[in-house]
């Protein structure tokens, strides 16, 4: 069973004792013991309160100090170099939404690798991406790994679809990417191709897996064989079966683990979000994890104070993709798209990680 805590915004919180601890007690209480974090905070915690899931508002904390600081002498594309793979004939949207996202959360530069149909809608939607039309191409693999020297991380999948000349590219530049150590969020239709070729990412500490209910259980059935459960320990399990890769299963809760967190522990994401559940919140979601994991492995040990990069980015993704859907929520109701949550991204980052 994983074990951790669960910090929930709510008053009510089983201890071993059975007790419940007041609200303000418990956040002070555990504001310390956050503070701790990584290791030592594990230790201070594990005798608190029953083994259930985290949510670990003080990894918000350090998530915040994982940004870097907006500077004079800085030249474009220190903050970020994100790439999006994917987009095809039928989705041009999921790949706009993660590319604009990457931008929007402070990348600098947010490049699109996309089948040449899907190019020039793409390109129409926004003039700030860089949109190269060769992922159909016969010579695809190449075309995108003489661009990895000069990106920080992928972030594949985005309506990609399931055409398998796409997918036998995105194989091969999912291998060029780690074998040049280059970060990778895999989402969406690239969660496909892991669910069936797992080995791609099995053991890579630098990719993070973004499935949502579907995604989830199809990995599940395909890496341990059982496509059932949905609970914390599930999510650490696929972690830990896929040797140690960070696993974010979107849903009403958000579960984040690398499957290696002593005490295994799975953390929780429940800020209040959408009530709407339109499409594109995920590929919002995985193109800002892009950019925050890029600088979560780049701020070193003594900003993320020893706990795992991935799994702070992850946080942070979460809670910012949530603080953007509710301010588009409180705004549009039912008609709230996912181009209004774009439109809230700066808003919700400079509420979470600046103000
Ligand atoms: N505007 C666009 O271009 C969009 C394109 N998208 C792309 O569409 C492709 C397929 O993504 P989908 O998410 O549709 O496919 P999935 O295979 O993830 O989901 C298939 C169906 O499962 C159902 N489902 C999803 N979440 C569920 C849940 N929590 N509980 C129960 N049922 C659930 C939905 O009806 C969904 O259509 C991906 O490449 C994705 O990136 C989506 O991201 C949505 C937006
Ligand atoms: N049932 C839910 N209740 C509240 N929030 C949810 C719920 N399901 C998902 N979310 C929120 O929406 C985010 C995206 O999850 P979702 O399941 O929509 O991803 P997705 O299906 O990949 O989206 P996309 O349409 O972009 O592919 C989650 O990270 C979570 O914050
Ligand atoms: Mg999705």
Known sequence: MAAAVRVSRCARLPGKR????????????????????????????????????????????????????????????????????????????????????????GADLAHVFCAREAAPAIKAYSPELIVHPVLDSPGAVGEVEKWLPRLHVLVVGPGLGRDEQLLASVKGILEAARARDLPVVIDADGLWLVARQPDLVRGYAKAVLTPNHVEFRRLREAVVRDDGGEDGEAVRGLSEALGGVTVLRKGERDLVSDGRQAPSAVLVCDQEGSLRRCGGQGDILAGSLGVLLHWALLAGPQKTNGSSPPLLAALGACALTRRCSLRAFQKHGRATTASDMVAELGPAFHELFES
């Open 18 to 105: 059975g007790g419940v601890l007041g609200a303000a007690a418990l956040v002070a209480l555990l504001a310390a013991a956050l503070a701790l974090w990584g290791p030592p905070l594990d230790a201070a915690l594990a005798g608190l309160v029953s083994a259930r899931t985290a949510t670990m508002d003080g990894a918000l904390r350090l998530a915040r100090g994982l940004v870097p600081p907006l500077a004079a002498g800085s030249h474009k594309g220190r903050d970020g170099r994100v790439a999006v793979v994917g987009g095809c004939r039928e989705y041009t949207g999921a790949p706009y939404f993660a590319a604009i996202s990457a931008l929007k959360a």
